[in-house]
């Protein structure tokens, strides 16, 4: 299955800055997917990175507060924007499409925002 | 301000003993499903998945059993180990190819 390289792995952001997430894959992928992961909760999709075209949101999240973009098939970057404390949570990109190989997930990227 | 999240259900079980682990899902239209093991400070890891077409599936010291009637499945591990413990997610996949996952069970293993 693909190996997915997340950076950075934990960041501390002052309140009102934005923060962008990269996420590579280390084989083509047909879809690459944002997560994001609350303190003792499960997973929530925010949105699926479309190769040269705009990401597609899901209800509760717009573009505006998490920009992204999918250059090509490896690459991926989840931006943070206009943080507040809220925003304080694991950020985990997923790659898959190919139902024998599962979806795989980076390490995540824990945001905290003072 | 701090929040306060939800805690998850917490199973826990002597070492040597096997855990199962339950998860119901939403959609009756969802044709594949994936088990996942998250450690501490770690992304999910795959263990196991099964598609719609069959109600059982083996793995290595892992079962999966899906009851497609009522929207249920569950995760066996036998001969359960401390290096088990950690959270444990079921997910579907929804006809829109997105992976949707469920609460999650946090797995304790007594040595």
């Known amino acids: 299955s693909a190996v997915i390289s997340q950076k950075p792995s934990r960041d501390i952001c002052q309140r009102g800055t934005s923060l962008t997430i990269q996420c590579q894959v280390d084989s083509q992928v047909t879809m690459m997917f944002w997560y994001r992961q609350q303190p003792g909760q499960s997973l929530t999709l925010i949105a699926t990175?479309?190769?040269?075209?705009?990401?597609?949101?899901e209800s509760g999240f717009v573009i505006d507060k998490f920009p992204i973009s999918r250059p090509n098939l490896t690459f991926s970057t989840l931006t943070v924007s206009n943080m507040s404390p809220e925003d304080s949570s694991i950020y985990l990109c997923?790659?898959?499409?190919?139902?024998?190989?599962?979806?795989?997930f980076g390490s995540g990227t824990r945001l905290t925002v003072v | 301000g701090e929040s306060v999240g939800l805690h998850l259900p917490t199973l826990s079980v002597q070492e040597g003993d096997n855990s199962i682990i339950n998860c119901a899902y939403s959609n009756s239209a969802s044709d594949y499903f994936i088990w996942y093991k998250q450690e501490s400070g770690k992304g999910p890891q795959f263990i196991i998945d099964i598609r719609s077409n069959m109600d059982k599936r083996q793995g290595q010291r892992v079962t999966v059993l899906l009851n497609k009637t009522v929207k249920h499945l569950s995760l066996q591990i036998a001969a359960t180990q401390p290096g088990d413990s950690a959270v444990y997610f079921c997910?579907?996949?929804?006809?829109?190819?997105?992976?949707?996952f469920g609460q999650g069970t946090e797995l304790s293993v007594k040595p």
């Open positions: 997923s790659a898959g499409g190919q139902r024998v190989l599962g979806y795989t």
């Open positions: 990175a479309n190769q040269g075209s705009e990401a597609t949101y």
């Open positions: 997910a579907e996949l929804n006809q829109g190819g997105k992976l949707i």
